[in-house]
């Protein structure tokens, strides 16, 4: 039932294992591993926000500054290996 989607075997043995074990067939299980997976998305999207907001707030506290106009020119600033963030 599963080869359809492209799943290697041993994938599929662990799906076919938890239908087994629940007594889910294996469509169920199959959707509440995916519906798992996408929640884990969210939440690795929100730890990375909360990572750079971190950073930016540590960043503030250390004086560390950078040129006002970095969202714009970024391209320019990182085609040079010179260094754009400094240390106050």
Known sequence: M???????????K???KLAR?????EKTVLREV????LRNYKSSA?????????????????NITGPKDLSVNHNTYFSTNKPIFFFQ
């Open 46 to 62: 929100k730890n990375a926000a909360k990572a750079l907001l971190e950073l930016a707030k540590w960043a503030e506290e250390n």
């Open 21 to 25: 074990t629940t007594g889910k067939p």
């Open 34 to 37: 995916v519906e798992t997976g």
């Open 2 to 12: 599963l080869g359809f989607l492209d799943l290697d075997d041993k994938t599929i």
């Open 14 to 16: 662990k799906i076919e």
